[in-house]
Nanobody, 124 residues
Framework: QVQLVESGGGLVQAGDSLRVSCAAS????????VGWFRQPPGKEREFVAV????????LYAGSIKGRFTISRDNAKNTVYLQMNSLKAEDTAIYYC?????????????????WGQGTQVTVSS
């Protein structure tokens, strides 16, 4: 099992940058594919980015491609989401999720473990 804790959210202005982190417990974190999802106010949870467990392959949603970067530091059991050129429409609760040794998938049903989320608010 793995427990996930997100941090780093906050209130920023449009055009600013922010990095959110997902810290995981457990000694086998390197065997988990980790995804970031977000849930804007009044909307469904949506895929943002994913990084795989083995090769570190990444996949991004079209709406954030070129602005966000996902990375991982297995020595620190942490996955990061660097968000640049933030827009008001990026306002959401950001969640990280993990699944054991899966490929880069974008659907919530494929992930077994979820964090509690961190709020990101972008003012225009």
């Amino acid at each position: 099992q793995v427990q996930l804790v997100e941090s780093g959210g906050g209130l920023v202005q449009a055009g600013d940058s922010l990095r959110v982190s997902c810290a995981a417990s457990g000694r086998t974190f390197s065997s988990y594919t980790v995804g970031w999802f977000r849930q804007p106010p009044g909307k469904e949870r949506e895929f943002v980015a994913v990084i795989t467990w083995n090769s570190g392959n990444t996949l991004y949603a079209g709406s954030i491609k070129g602005r966000f970067t996902i990375s991982r530091d297995n020595a620190k059991n942490t996955v990061y989401l660097q968000m640049n050129s933030l827009k008001a429409e990026d306002t959401a609760i950001y969640y990280c999720a993990a699944a054991w040794r899966i490929r880069a998938v974008t659907t919530t049903l494929n992930y077994d473990y979820w964090g509690q989320g961190t709020q990101v608010t972008v003012s225009s």
